[in-house]
């Protein structure tokens, strides 16, 4: 039977943190038993001969313990982008729901815009009438009352009154001499 050991000892063997050999479990690379131990067998077929030199086992565990920082380092980095990326979609999204409500508020207003033109001809049509009753050509003739001379309909301007400018449009100010 092959010798079992616990994941410190197996640590320490090969100058490995723990930290690492529970890496290695989680990621399938070891096998624990129901033990909670690691065969020896598992450990070589990993990490091959254990080195008997301290100083090379000291410099592995230091390059080992580098590489779980930079792991965790990419693991934080990887958190950050989901939540970025979350925030993003819920961004998009709300997005969205204010494009659709401001769409629908337009339809709206196109539909209140469209719904008087059904009525528009009943209203020319009033117009119309109206026209043809204060078309001057059209009333008919003042009684004579003898009061008045039918030639002389216009009401006298007093002397001293000035007469009304001749109101002008805004471009003949300019190509227009004064007067």
Known sequence: MMKKLSVSELAKLYGYSRQAIYAHINKGNLSKGSDGLIDFSEALRVFGEPQKNNSTVNQSQSTNS????EVDLLKRQVDILEKQLNQAVQRENQSLERESFYQEQIEAMQRLL???KANMT???????????????????????DGLTTLE?????????????????????????PNG
């Open 122 to 144: 009943t209203f020319t049509d009033q117009k119309s009438n109206q026209d043809i009753a204060t078309d001057p050509r059209l009333e008919p003739e003042p009684n004579y």
């Open 66 to 69: 580098q590489n779980l920082t």
């Open 114 to 116: 469209e719904a008087p």
């Open 152 to 176: 002389n309909k216009r009401i006298p301007v007093p002397e001293q009154a000035e007469p009304e400018p001749v109101k002008r449009g805004f471009l003949s100010r300019f190509f227009l």
